[in-house]
T-cell receptor, first 115, second 111 residues
Framework: ETGVTQTPRHLVMGMTNKKSLKCEQHLGHNAMYWYKQSAKKPLELMFV???????ENNSVPSRFSPECPNSSHLFLHLHTLQPEDSALYLC??????????????FGQGTRLTVV | DQQVKQNSPSLSVQEGRISILNCDYT??????FLWYKKYPAEGPTFLISISSIKDKNEDGRFTVFLNKSAKHLSLHIVPSQPGDSAVYFCAAKDAGNMLTFGGGTRLMVKP
């Protein structure tokens, strides 16, 4: 069983659709993250949750709405996306979100295509 | 402006030879550096890290070198194996901050 699990692995959605990405971690970590990986761009941090509270929001458009109901689960709710939002969305977790030695463990990602 | 840069998008190496992946950073407050490896259709996995108080960290075939004055770090893989073919991401953080990633370098190890 992988430490961080993301579903679905692939998602195709229209610009008027509403969908959600799910992430679950089984590592007992306190922090969870959403990253976006677009073609030929560095991994971009979107959101950080620590102990179920959002601690970072990197100027992400409101059409992306995160939710962290507990320390093991993280969702990314999507609505009225644009084709340029097509990317690989990666969830990660770490023991803590501050301090050294907080390596992040990543899920396999959701490949999102907006049509 | 990218604070962590990997200027080589790809690198091709013969099996058995050394692979050297480079990473430059601009933020002098970064004090911890990590390398992640990513296979297609998988998330990045942690590979090796180094604190700014060190200039070298070795783990098996993988060695990371840090040159703080040049704001440069490198990952050496020796000997390279075909299974090392992947995208390698350099990442950096300062105390109390999140990881900042480079754009990645695709390594291809040819048999």
């Amino acid at each position: 069983e992988t430490g961080v699990t993301q579903t679905p692995r692939h998602l195709v959605m229209g610009m008027t659709n509403k969908k959600s990405l799910k992430c679950e971690q089984h590592l007992g970590h306190n922090a969870m993250y959403w990253y976006k990986q677009s073609a030929k761009k560095p991994l971009e941090l979107m959101f950080v949750y620590s102990l179920e509270e959002r601690v970072e929001n990197n100027s992400v458009p409101s059409r992306f709405s995160p939710e962290c109901p507990n320390s093991s689960h993280l969702f990314l709710h999507l609505h009225t996306l644009q084709p340029e939002d097509s990317a690989l969305y990666l969830c990660a977790s770490s023991q803590d979100w501050r301090g050294l030695n907080t390596e992040a463990f990543f899920g396999q990602g959701t490949r999102l295509t907006v049509v | 402006d990218q604070q962590v840069k990997q200027n080589s998008p790809s690198l091709s190496v013969q099996e058995g030879r050394i692979s050297i992946l480079n990473c430059d950073y601009t933020n002098s407050m970064f004090d911890y550096f990590l390398w992640y490896k990513k296979y297609p259709a998988e998330g990045p996995t942690f590979l090796i890290s180094i604190s700014s108080i060190k200039d070298k960290n070795e783990d098996g075939r993988f060695t990371v070198f840090l040159n703080k004055s040049a704001k440069h770090l490198s990952l050496h893989i020796v000997p390279s194996q075909p299974g090392d073919s992947a995208v390698y991401f350099c990442a950096a953080k300062d105390a109390g901050n999140m990881l900042t990633f480079g754009g990645g370098t695709r390594l291809m190890v040819k048999p």
